[in-house]
């Protein structure tokens, strides 16, 4: 038996499958494509800490951590006989599935990325789904890390997985109805509809985790040794709005908030993010479809500016928030609540808060400073442009 971690290179695949590893004797199975190395390159990007080969993590993760356990399995999860035999060889007891195109910047582009981040991500799910059906393996417990951004941002809280619907003097529990605001983020709105499908007909334990923005740098195993290191994305499409921010911070420029910037998004670090999913991949498989919103508390994007400059005067970066006119059509003033109780039951506490994460962030950004600035037209917006 094993546990496989597919999109075992990225961001939190790749701590996700370290720590796992570092806290079972069984087989850890990273599986990636390289994809998200090839599609930042195809965008004029880079991850601001340069990644490790493969062959390079591994060796470190033996040296350094003593994890013989974890190896590594190149391939396209689109691909079904890859699939079968990626199955068939090593019988997963659990799955944590966190490949996917994630960069809804990315699936806007044009129609040709919007169907590639379609395919991509549903192909690659549903395919995991019927390869455990089809070899014997519906008592695999299925893990996979979907989105907050299939709520949309509605007025009243969020709840943690369905919802309740009344109509004619009737109630019911429901799904949350799919109110995604892009093409990658309606895959994750299919994927929760098909994982629920798959429970259903296929008797598949499954745990939708929907993970929220997530900030920093590091975690426990990765702080160790620079081979160890997570990518870090800064650039519009791939980082996400803390870290474009904290780049911003270190090329010199002000903090730029749209609008009042009182509307509120839903965090997770990345410590908490990995705790989470490692957790479950070692605990008992549910016994029905069980959601989990993979966030620690939501923050206005004012009050994420601001702690960033004040984070940044530590690392002697004087920095400014400024407010632009916002240039998108939104609630300036949405006050978003989001229901986490299963999941902080899950992980126990909050490990690192956005400050915690912040000051990660800062301490590896200013350490490959040249890289920032060499690329900063792949971050800045358009009010600091000249």
């Known amino acids: 038996m094993s546990i496989i971690v597919t999109g075992g290179d990225g961001y939190i695949g790749w701590p996700t499958a370290l720590r796992i590893a570092d806290r079972t004797d069984e087989r850890v199975v990273a599986v990636d494509n390289f994809g998200r190395r090839a599609w930042v390159e195809e965008v004029g990007a880079v991850s601001a800490t340069p990644v490790a080969s493969i062959d390079e993590r591994l060796e470190a993760a033996r040296e350094v951590h003593g994890l013989s356990n974890l190896s590594f399995v190149e391939g396209d999860l689109t691909d079904k006989a890859f699939v079968e035999e990626l199955l068939q060889v090593h019988e997963p007891s659990a799955i944590v599935h966190a490949a996917a195109q994630p960069s809804a910047p990315y699936s806007q582009i044009n129609g040709e990325r919007a169907n590639f981040t379609q395919h991509n991500n549903m192909a690659a799910t549903r395919n995991l789904l019927f390869g455990l059906h089809e070899n014997d393996l519906a008592d695999t417990h299925f893990i996979e890390t979907t989105t907050t951004g299939v709520y949309g941002a509605p007025d009243f809280p969020i709840p943690e997985g369905g919802a309740t619907m009344e109509h004619e003097g009737e109630r019911d529990e429901v799904p949350f109805p799919a109110m995604a605001g892009s093409w990658y983020h309606l895959t994750k709105s299919h994927d929760a509809a098909n994982m629920r499908l798959a429970a259903k007909q296929f008797g598949v334990p499954i745990s939708d985790v929907r993970t929220a923005i997530t900030y920093g740098t590091e975690t426990e195993e990765t702080r160790a040794d620079d081979r160890l290191k997570t ?156």
């Open 231 to 386: 990518r870090f994305d800064f650039d519009y499409y791939f980082g996400v709005v803390a870290h474009r921010f904290a780049a911003q911070a270190v090329a010199g420029y002000p903090l730029t908030v749209y609008g009042k910037g009182e509307q509120r998004k839903p965090f997770v670090s990345l410590e908490d993010a990995v705790e989470g999913l490692a957790r479950l991949a070692l605990a008992d498989a549910p016994d029905e479809l069980t959601v989990y919103n993979q966030v620690t508390r939501p923050i206005a994007i004012v009050e994420m500016a601001e702690t960033i400059r004040e984070v940044a005067a530590e690392f002697d970066l004087d920095v400014e928030v400024t407010h632009v006119e916002n240039p998108r059509d939104e609630d300036e003033e949405h006050r978003m609540e989001i229901d986490n109780d299963r999941y902080m039951d899950l992980i126990g506490e909050q490990r690192a808060t956005f400050a915690d994460g912040i000051e990660d962030v800062l301490a590896t950004l200013t350490r490959y400073a040249d890289t920032i600035e060499a690329h900063e037209d792949r971050f800045l917006p358009d009010a600091l442009r000249d």
